[in-house]
């Protein structure tokens, strides 16, 4: 393996912890740093925070000093949770729809500067239809998207798009560039060593594959091991 393709874990790491991280933490850290370019004290509104994915990118926003935010999810018991984790309103997709689109429109009417969407298909549409009946030409809405949870497209009006500012991007292994990946990567295992993340895992034998994956509440990291699990 080349040099450029690795970096150290932290002493303060253990190795369960950074297998376990890595992959949803690094979604949230490219989003927030390489792509949004976030400032200390901007709205970060993250669409599909009751996954790993999202429940991480929280914890990320907090830590980077966002002034507010706001998770949405369809999960009731993650939702409470993440108020323990950092944010500071959320969102139930398990709402109806007329309360889905009031909420979505009080959080636009307060100002969001970052959308993380971890979702795509119809929440990603409301959240954007929302941005657009409360326009603000004071702030850019830089919306990333990271997933495709809830489906791979959406229709997209042109007037949503001429209505307000919006800057609409992805984040992943082909919108940022390969050394910047590896810092996200280094950057984040500091912040680790630094002060623990909030993540739920569980470490199982490699001969357990399965039933482990059987197991997995999608909200879980499962961390295989060829060595004995105490």
Known sequence: MRPDQYVPIPDSVDDVTAAAIVNPGISGWMALRERAAFKPGETVLINGATGGSGSFAVQLARRF?????????????????????????????????????????????????????????????????ASARIPDAARTLRFVQIGAMAGAEIGLPAAMLRSRANLLMGSGLGSVAPDRIMASMRDLLISAGEEP????????????VTDAWARDSGNRRVVLTTEQVL
């Open 197 to 208: 993340y909030h993540m739920d895992i569980e470490v199982a034998k490699l001969s357990d």
């Open 65 to 129: 000093g966002a002034g507010r935010i706001i998770a949405t999810g369809r999960n009731p018991d993650v939702l409470r949770e993440l108020k323990s984790l950092g944010a500071d309103e959320t969102i139930s997709l398990m709402s109806g729809e007329d309360e889905q689109v009031a909420a979505f429109e009080a959080a636009f009417a307060n100002g969001v500067d970052i959308v993380l969407d971890h979702l795509w298909g119809p929440p990603a549409r409301k959240i954007l239809a």
